[in-house]
């Protein structure tokens, strides 16, 4: 008798891969909305963090 083996969903092994740094074309940026979306914050609040020189 034949034994099935598990498959893997596809993408699941690029999953476990370590993150490797962006190609050294220059600094990562986001957009003051993509940035405020990531901490949960509003995009008024993330230009009076800046303006304050907190970020």
């Given amino acids: 008798m034949t034994q099935k083996r598990d498959r ?3 993408g699941a092994a690029d999953a476990e891969q370590p993150v ?3 190609p050294a074309s220059g ?4 957009r003051v909305s ?3 979306a990531l901490l949960g914050v509003s995009d008024d609040t993330l230009r ?3 303006d304050a020189g907190r970020l």
């Fill in 8 to 10: 893997t969903p596809m």
């Fill in 27 to 30: 600094p990562f940026r986001y």
């Fill in 20 to 22: 490797t740094a962006a």
């Fill in 34 to 36: 993509e940035a405020a």
């Fill in 48 to 50: 009076r963090w800046a």
